[in-house]
């Protein structure tokens, strides 16, 4: 099946630092990956959507100077907390539709732990 | 807009017992059913999905099948075992290329031997 790979797994910084974490779709072209991020016993947040060559489209309420988004090709993207604080610490899942998908299924990430101290 | 329910959990089994998670849907069209699960510290894996009404999805002893007139999707397996415990994500797709999936918030299933 489908992998994507996420880097790092874990990552812990000091708040006001920046982090980037990468999201790559290992075996398939990915036009379109999707940013979550995940509380805590909670369900699955849609940060934003990101589609290769172009800007991405973030979900309300979500700070798109605080998550920088990048989909640089059609097999990485990357999210770059910018001068986080601890309320950032949370976990982080990218998922990434195929190109060549006929039902929109998707492949997720193992997820990026953020600690934020 | 479109939307997913689960059944709240946690939900606690004795091993060898039969599971079921309650699922239904909100969509305007006919949508991509999923059902996703998390282990702990892990990321989603799909479990299984169906893409039509009256579609089953199955996979490692479970089975869910899409249910149009009751807008159900239900997550079933017939005997449950400790390594199954983890949280179950029911979502939907509409067939709009490049959309998010939608969430239900999760059910947590705990398995005792």
């Known amino acids: 099946g489908a992998v994507v790979s996420q880097h790092p797994s874990r990552v812990i910084c000091k708040s006001g630092t920046s982090v980037k974490i990468e999201c790559r779709s290992l075996?398939?072209?990915?036009?379109?990956m999707f940013w979550y991020r995940q509380f805590p016993k909670q369900s699955l947040m849609l940060m934003a959507t990101?589609?290769?060559?172009?800007?991405?489209?973030?979900e309300q309420g979500v700070e798109k100077d605080k998550f920088l988004i990048n989909h640089a090709s059609l097999t990485l993207s990357t999210l770059t907390v910018t001068s986080a604080h601890p309320e950032d610490s949370s976990f982080y899942i990218c998922?990434?539709?195929?190109?060549?998908?006929?039902?929109?299924?998707?492949?997720f990430g193992p997820g990026t732990r953020l600690t934020v101290l | 807009g479109d939307s997913v329910t689960q059944m709240e959990g946690p939900v606690t089994l004795s091993e060898e017992a039969f599971l079921t998670i309650n699922c239904t849907y909100t969509?305007?069209?006919?949508?991509?059913l999923f059902w996703y699960v998390q282990y702990p510290g892990e990321g989603l894996q799909l479990l299984l999905k169906?893409?039509?009404?009256?579609d089953k999805g199955s996979n490692k002893g479970f089975e869910a099948t899409y249910r149009k007139e009751t807008t159900s999707f239900h997550l079933e397996k017939g005997s449950v075992q400790v390594s199954d415990s983890a949280v179950y994500f029911c979502?939907?797709?509409?067939?709009?290329?490049?959309?998010?999936?939608?969430f239900g918030k999760g059910t947590t299933l705990s398995v005792s031997s």
């Open positions: 998922s990434a539709r195929a190109s060549s998908s006929s039902y929109n299924e998707q492949f």
């Open positions: 075996d398939f072209q990915a036009t379109t």
């Open positions: 990101s589609n290769e060559g172009s800007k991405a489209t973030y």
């Open positions: 969509a305007t069209g006919y949508p991509s």
């Open positions: 169906a893409t039509k009404a009256d």
């Open positions: 979502a939907l797709s509409d067939h709009q290329a490049g959309t998010a999936l939608i």
